[in-house]
């Protein structure tokens, strides 16, 4: 069966995407999405995300890491696939989706979409990172000297040692670059590489920050080597709260591959 899909990218984290509101794909065929999302052999991806009806909002995001495994929320993903939906017509400036992690808002300008993260209750502080799920896992550690860092041998250490095991965490690399601005590199999980940044994860580098006392705004910028990405937030003595990551969503191709 051929498949329309369109690649998409948010800061250099890439993704396939399909509209599969006729639920024509099949969705546990786990092979087949690795293979689109091999950079050698397929279309190459980060992610593989399908578009789904919902009856209680704009549409569903289905997530999909290049490992081919379903998996857990995707910022960079949902500002793209924000972007998609308004290329489908499917909704002009404002939207309002499901992931895996609830109900999500997002608006969208020109390239920029804003999209709403859910709120942060826990953010756990170690002696050397901090761990906080902001729809994914996030390991949070700050480094000097970034640009050189062994992100991914580092990465993988980390990511399959405890205590986080065969399920594993992103792992998010951080250096200071001045008041409220931070260089951002991440290894992520499902990949098994660096990915060029990780929504999600500079969502978690942004509270982490803030819980450490390292910013003196609840307005933060992330500098990936993908891009520039950017997150608000409130706080309370409850954590953190109307979280919202911003940030560009491109349509860089459409194609037609056999499924
Ligand atoms: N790239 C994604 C993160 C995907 C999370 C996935 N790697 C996992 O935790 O399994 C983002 O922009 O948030």
Redesign the pocket.
Same mark, same amino acid.
């Given at each position: 069966m051929a498949i329309t899909f369109y690649k998409y990218q948010?800061t250099g984290?890439d993704f396939i995407i399909v509209d599969n509101r006729l639920l024509e794909i099949d969705k546990n065929n786990t092979k087949r999405i690795a293979e689109l999302c091999d950079r050698r052999f397929g279309i190459g991806a980060?992610?593989f995300i399908l578009l789904e009806n919902d009856k209680n909002s704009d549409f569903k995001m289905v997530?999909y890491?290049s490992d081919g495994n379903e998996?857990?929320? %995707? =910022?960079? $993903?949902g500002r793209c696939m924000t972007s998609f939906a308004k290329f489908l017509g499917i909704i002009e400036g404002k939207a309002e989706f499901y992931a895996i992690d609830g109900l999500h808002k997002a608006s969208i300008e020109e390239d920029i979409v804003h999209l709403q993260m859910q709120d942060v209750t826990t953010v756990e502080v170690y002696e050397k990172h901090l761990f906080l799920d902001t729809?994914?896992?996030h390991h949070v550690e700050m480094v000097s000297d970034i640009e050189n860092f062994d992100v991914k041998n580092c990465g993988s250490t980390i990511r399959y040692g405890e205590p986080y095991g065969k399920a594993g965490s992103?792992v998010n690399f951080v250096e200071q670059i001045s008041d409220n601005k931070f260089a951002v590199r991440t290894y992520?999980?499902?990949?098994e590489d660096e990915?060029l940044? %990780? =929504?999600? $994860?500079v969502t978690a580098v942004a509270l982490a920050m803030h819980k450490k006392g390292k910013i003196t705004s609840n307005e933060v910028t992330l500098i990936t080597p993908g891009g520039e990405l950017r997150v608000k937030f409130e706080n309370n003595e409850k954590g953190y709260n109307n979280v919202w990551l911003i940030g560009p969503a491109t349509q860089v191709f459409k194609g037609k591959i056999e499924w």
């Open positions: 948010g984290n980060d992610g997530y890491n998996s857990s929320m %995707c =910022g960079n $993903g729809g994914s896992p992103n992520e999980r499902g990949v990915t940044s %990780c =929504g999600t $994860g």
